[in-house]
């Protein structure tokens, strides 16, 4: 028997038992460490598709628990709860900061002017605290080199896009939730009956991209293409002249959507080229080219009679004119079609912009910690864990989300287990022993953590020297109205 077993026999059951131990009330799975092999083909993803308030349900019954503790354990997730979220928003409001002179929905007078090095610096600082967002929100980065191949596919609403990716400075795509959903559609092999199938999503898809500024893409062609530096800057006008007005290159646009099929990536962003799928070239050339055939066939023998007939001529060249107008305007009303299956498509799948992608990540991330801590204290708290435990308990973990929620995912532990050591609610001991605060202990460890913190902001809003200007200050706030003022 592992030193988990042993240690964790001796405690009151939980959702983390082990075999011989008491066992909890019906329903809870009983989870044991000892025979949970490790699975090689884990999943990728590891986000946890569960609320925290249904995890604190769970893990906080009064059966799995000692007498007494069940209630403390309770009050201590709620605390670790705002504590994250607290952490979070104090990194959002840095994020944010930095973020203002990128905003291309900011209504704020900007009140200085950044150099070019000050604003490449906050660039990076924007991009970099960004991802680390999604990652902490269990998001999953791709790869441009599989956004390539995933652009190459033909949409699943029937259109053909094309997007240049080397015109962006800024470039991040992350998923989670890798998924599919059911539709039906009606096809010719099934007689125009409607056929059940399924689409490839992404249940959140996050997009960040900024363009590269008018001359650093003219020095790109030049570089990988030869072009003269006329000739680049005539490509680089004609692309950017297709972009909507209101996209700059000096911005960074950030969308988050939901549900979107996988070979859709490709149309979330500015600079999306439609082009006409293989059957629509064929049918409009097959339309266009039969009518304007018959017309310039019937137009040339009125024109050959245009010396005795010239009213007739005239007429046919009218006529001709028009049949090629009207295939001319077949080709702009197909394009039409696709950009209005394009606009109302995203319309739909559109979840959050700009900065309010960034307060949403940041939401999210706060909520993945701390469903992540909740799991592995559950463990640490009752059980005696060495760190050479761990990998059991990770696969004990998974194999309980399994059990309880059908959920098959990676679970985070070694993310988790750092944030409780470094907010002194693990210790590790020299001999590798993990040991947790009680339920109570860790709440009134919270909550002198939270003392802290207020006292920090205090210090840091009204530094030492400036107590005279502060007590005034609130001294002027304080002091009611004169009479008649």
Do not use: C
């Not at 990716?165 to 039906?184: Q, V």
């Not at 007939?309 to 060249?317: D, I, K, L, S, T």
Request: proline share 5%; no cysteine.
């Amino acid at each position: 028997m592992s030193s988990v077993d042993s240690a964790t026999a001796q405690h009151a059951p939980g959702p983390f038992t082990v075999d011989g131990a008491a066992t909890p009330r019906a329903g809870d799975p009983v989870v044991s460490i000892d025979v949970v092999a490790p699975d090689e083909q884990r999943p990728a993803e590891k986000f946890l598709p569960v609320t925290r308030f249904a995890l604190i349900d769970r893990l906080t019954k009064p059966e799995l628990w000692p007498a007494g503790q069940a209630h403390d354990a309770q009050r201590f997730f709620r605390y670790l709860d705002y504590w994250r979220r607290q952490q979070y928003n104090t990194r959002l409001h840095h994020l944010e900061q930095d973020y203002e002179p990128f905003s291309p929905d900011s209504d704020l007078l900007l009140t200085r002017q950044f150099t070019a090095e000050e604003k490449a610096k906050m660039q990076h600082r924007v991009v970099e605290g960004v991802e680390h967002l999604l990652t902490q929100a269990n998001y999953v980065r791709i790869d441009p080199s599989n956004v390539q191949l995933i652009i190459t596919q033909e949409s699943h609403y029937g259109l053909d896009l094309s997007v240049d990716l080397d015109a962006f400075d800024e470039l991040a795509i992350f998923y989670r939730g890798a998924s599919s959903r059911k539709e039906h559609r009606r096809t010719l092999r099934k007689f125009l009956r409607k056929q059940e199938f399924e689409i490839p999503i992404f249940r959140r898809l996050f997009v960040l991209f900024k363009l590269k500024p008018f001359e650093a893409r003219v020095q790109d062609l030049i570089r990988a293409e030869g072009l003269t530096r006329k000739a680049a800057e005539r490509r680089v006008r004609k692309a950017r002249s297709m972009l909507p007005a209101q996209v700059r290159d000096d911005n960074i646009y950030m969308k988050l959507f939901k549900n979107m099929p996988r070979s859709d990536i490709e149309m979330v962003f500015p600079n999306t080229q439609v082009r006409f799928r293989l059957m629509d070239k064929l049918k409009l050339y097959a339309t266009g080219g039969a009518g304007l055939g018959v017309g310039a066939f019937s137009a040339a023998g009125k024109v050959a009679l245009a010396f005795t007939n010239p009213v007739a001529a005239a007429g046919a060249v009218v006529g001709l004119g028009g049949i090629m107008f009207r295939q001319a305007m077949n080709f702009m009303n197909q394009r039409q079609k696709y950009m209005v299956v394009m606009a109302q498509n995203l319309y739909f799948h559109a979840m959050a912009d700009n900065r309010g992608v960034i307060i949403k990540l940041a939401d999210r991330a706060a909520e993945e910690d701390v469903k992540e801590e909740f799991l592995l204290y559950a463990v640490l708290a009752k059980s005696t864990v060495y760190r050479h435990d761990l990998p059991a308990v990770d696969r004990a973990v998974e194999k309980y989300l399994k059990d309880a929620f059908g959920l098959d995912l990676n679970f985070d532990l070694d993310d988790a287990l750092s944030r409780l050591i470094l907010d002194g609610l693990v210790a590790e001991h020299p001999d590798g022993r993990l040991v947790a605060l009680a339920p109570r202990q860790a709440a009134l460890h919270i909550d002198s953590m939270w003392d802290q913190f207020l006292d920090q902001i205090a210090e840091d809003a009204w530094p030492e020297g400036e107590e005279m200007e502060k007590s005034a200050g609130l001294a002027a706030l304080e002091t009611p109205p004169q009479a008649g003022a």
